[in-house]
């Protein structure tokens, strides 16, 4: 008991030795908390990575909390050090201070929440992590028409959220409305191939279109907007080169999108040469 209550004495005199002691503390539960968290799993599910990342805040707060009362006194002595150098202190930590503050405004907000689709100026992915710093995500190709992970990882610091407006995009993830045109070179009539050609596009969409149907209509009551809704939408109109544009959009399963693009597009060549046939020299 005595040896106890001497290495708590020393330890308490000791304040650089015990920071080192709290610090491997608090590092090995949140290793080990973080070991029970993952398991054997080869992927990580939502839930997973919403307690990975709360493991992680935690600790981070435990320990800056921990330094804080530890340190206390010394801490004041240099703050009242610091106030005739307080303004270049705050000019040279400028980019710390947004990302904490970008932080706050983030859950304030709640513009968004681990596993959801966000696009940040010109990135977009899925987030993976958040902290008072920064925010990891999965990059998505959104950008191109495609909805695959890149495979790509994109660390965004946090002062972005006062810079670019955050797009919540996480109803996309089942469901998205995906555009895309065909271009038509010269001038031919298109519209004796519009009514066999929507009703292929209706057949494509056929295996889905009712549950299509309601979610689109939770999305509008989530959202509060009426939405373009879930039946395929079909319009032409002209380049400024001449060229004629078929322009096609559909709410379709994101992961379908691609496929029934090529599905349609091939439709639509086939049902064009058919009724223009290129006549051979």
């Given at each position: 008991?005595e040896?106890?209550?001497?290495?708590?004495?020393?330890?308490?005199d000791?304040?650089?030795?015990?920071?080192?002691?709290?610090?491997?503390?608090i590092?090995?539960?949140?290793r080990l908390?973080?070991?029970?968290i993952r398991?054997?799993?080869?992927?990580?599910?939502?839930d997973q990575r919403k307690?990975?990342?709360?493991t992680?805040?935690t600790?981070?707060?435990i320990?800056l909390?921990?330094?804080?009362?530890?340190?206390r006194?010394?801490?004041?002595?240099?703050a009242l050090?610091?106030?005739a150098?307080?303004?270049?202190?705050?000019?040279?930590?400028?980019?710390i201070?947004?990302?904490?503050?970008?932080?706050?405004q983030?859950?304030s907000s709640?513009s968004?929440?681990?596993?959801?689709?966000?696009?940040?100026?010109?990135?977009?992915?899925?987030?993976?992590?958040?902290?008072?710093m920064?925010?990891?995500?999965?990059?998505?190709?959104?950008?191109?028409?495609h909805?695959?992970?890149?495979?790509?990882?994109?660390?965004?610091?946090n002062s972005?959220?006062f810079?670019?407006p955050?797009?919540?995009?996480n109803?996309?993830k089942?469901?998205?409305?995906?555009n895309?045109?065909?271009?038509?070179?010269?001038f031919?009539?298109l519209?004796?191939?519009?009514?066999e050609?929507?009703?292929?596009?209706?057949?494509?969409?056929?295996?889905?279109?009712?549950?299509?149907?309601?979610?689109?209509?939770?999305?509008?009551?989530?959202?509060?907007?009426?939405?373009?809704?879930?039946?395929?939408h079909v319009?032409?109109?002209?380049?400024?080169y001449?060229d004629?544009?078929?322009?096609?959009?559909?709410?379709c399963?994101t992961?379908?999108?691609?496929?029934?693009?090529?599905l349609?597009?091939?439709?639509?060549?086939t049902?064009?040469h058919?009724?223009y046939?290129?006549?051979?020299?």
């Amino acid at each position: 008991m005595e040896n106890a209550q001497k290495v708590l004495t020393f330890l308490v005199d000791n304040k650089l030795l015990l920071s080192i002691v709290l610090i491997f503390i608090i590092w090995g539960i949140r290793r080990l908390t973080l070991y029970r968290i993952r398991g054997d799993a080869m992927f990580l599910s939502e839930d997973q990575r919403k307690w990975i990342s709360l493991t992680k805040n935690t600790s981070f707060s435990i320990v800056l909390l921990s330094m804080f009362l530890l340190w206390r006194s010394e801490v004041s002595e240099f703050a009242l050090s610091l106030t005739a150098i307080a303004v270049a202190v705050v000019v040279a930590s400028k980019e710390i201070i947004l990302c904490f503050t970008g932080s706050i405004q983030r859950a304030s907000s709640r513009s968004f929440r681990i596993g959801d689709w966000i696009e940040v100026g010109k990135s977009s992915g899925e987030v993976l992590e958040h902290n008072l710093m920064a925010t990891v995500i999965q990059e998505i190709d959104l950008h191109h028409g495609h909805y695959h992970f890149t495979g790509k990882t994109i660390t965004l610091p946090n002062s972005m959220f006062f810079t670019y407006p955050v797009k919540n995009l996480n109803f996309m993830k089942r469901y998205v409305y995906h555009n895309f045109t065909i271009v038509v070179p010269g001038f031919k009539n298109l519209l004796p191939l519009l009514p066999e050609f929507n009703k292929q596009i209706e057949g494509h969409c056929e295996e889905f279109i009712e549950v299509a149907r309601r979610y689109n209509g939770v999305v509008e009551k989530h959202a509060g907007v009426d939405l373009p809704g879930p039946d395929p939408h079909v319009h032409i109109d002209n380049s400024a080169y001449g060229d004629q544009n078929v322009h096609v959009m559909l709410f379709c399963p994101t992961e379908q999108a691609n496929h029934l693009e090529f599905l349609i597009r091939s439709d639509f060549i086939t049902a064009y040469h058919e009724l223009y046939p290129e006549k051979s020299d």
